[in-house]
């Protein structure tokens, strides 16, 4: 049997997110999202009549969309191709073992002119996590394990959406940084989520205790306000239009009608070609 490629274990996923639809919780990064997603919208001057959501947990955002089409972040999405004006891929490309592809699909979904929004986990999210555990376990054993998702920077985030062939791409993001009282505290709060580990490459046994008093101690010292340990969650929103012939276009090369000292107010300086500009 050839090994897995795959970065992400699926099923293990599968039994996070069934296991945080059981919790009491209030998935209160998702309504940050929602929220964020909704600021946004109000921003753009057109009206969504066929909307579209990809989400992990669509019982959540269900309640909150009630008008549109919510199915999950499988591999192959269940929308149909030009099908939706707006599409919203909601807190799961951090996951997916193949983004560029996910993003393909809300693509192909969108009618002409029509908007995608996704938002999921990235750039420094949980890195003081990170840190603690890697430093605990570099002590102890020597070595390291996969025990947090790694997760992309925003500039190379940001490139997805050319690749998925989006026009007028932007890519930026929100910080929340939440504090916890221990490091079982935050455990609880990510398993209620759904966003412990489902690496493929993850440990397939239960991390010691030394391992784990190690890791709280680090994390006390490096990265503790008030004696409660703060963890950094930044949100990134990756916005993008299906290709359309209204949309504006850049300018060709040489085609500008103001020069650009006169636009700034600025003086120039003619350089004798001689001159060494060093």
């Known amino acids: 049997m050839p090994p897995n490629d795959h970065l992400v274990d699926r099923a293990q996923l599968v039994r996070n997110r069934d296991r945080a639809t059981k919790i009491a919780s ?17 921003m753009v001057n057109k009206s969504f009549r066929s909307p579209a959501i990809v989400t992990s947990f669509p019982e959540i955002w269900k309640k909150w969309f009630p008008d549109a089409k919510v199915v ?3 591999d192959i999405i ?9 599409v919203i891929h909601a807190m799961a490309l951090h996951w997916a073992n ?13 009618s002409p002119d029509g908007l995608m929004i996704a938002t999921f986990f990235g750039d420094q ?12 376990e570099a002590r102890l054993s020597g070595g390291l394990s996969a025990r947090v998702l790694p997760m992309g920077e925003l500039r190379d985030l940001g490139g997805l959406l050319q690749r998925a062939a989006f026009a007028l791409p932007v890519a930026d993001k929100t910080t929340t940084r939440v504090t916890f009282s221990s490091l079982t505290h935050l455990v609880k709060e990510l398993r209620a989520m759904g966003e412990t580990s489902a690496l493929e490459a993850r440990p397939r ?15 006390q010292t490096h990265f503790s306000t008030d ?16 290709p359309d012939a209204s949309q ?3 300018l060709m090369p040489g085609s500008a009608k103001t020069r650009l000292a006169d636009a700034l107010g600025a003086k120039e300086f003619n350089i004798p070609k001689d001159t060494d500009p060093t």
């Open 227 to 242: 004696r409660r340990l703060q963890a950094t969650f930044d949100m990134i929103f990756l916005t993008g239009w299906a």
């Open 248 to 250: 504006p276009k850049p």
């Open 26 to 42: 209030d998935f209160f990064l998702h309504t940050e999202a929602r929220l964020e997603i909704e600021h946004r919208l109000d």
């Open 125 to 136: 999210t949980l890195n003081e996590l990170r840190s603690s555990l890697s430093q605990a």
């Open 205 to 219: 046994k239960f991390m010691s205790r030394a391992l784990f008093e190690l890791a709280q101690e680090l994390y």
């Open 78 to 86: 269940d929308l149909k191709e030009g099908a939706h004006d707006l």
């Open 98 to 110: 193949d983004p560029v592809g996910q993003l393909i699909q809300c693509n192909r979904s969108l």
């Open 72 to 74: 999950e972040d499988t």
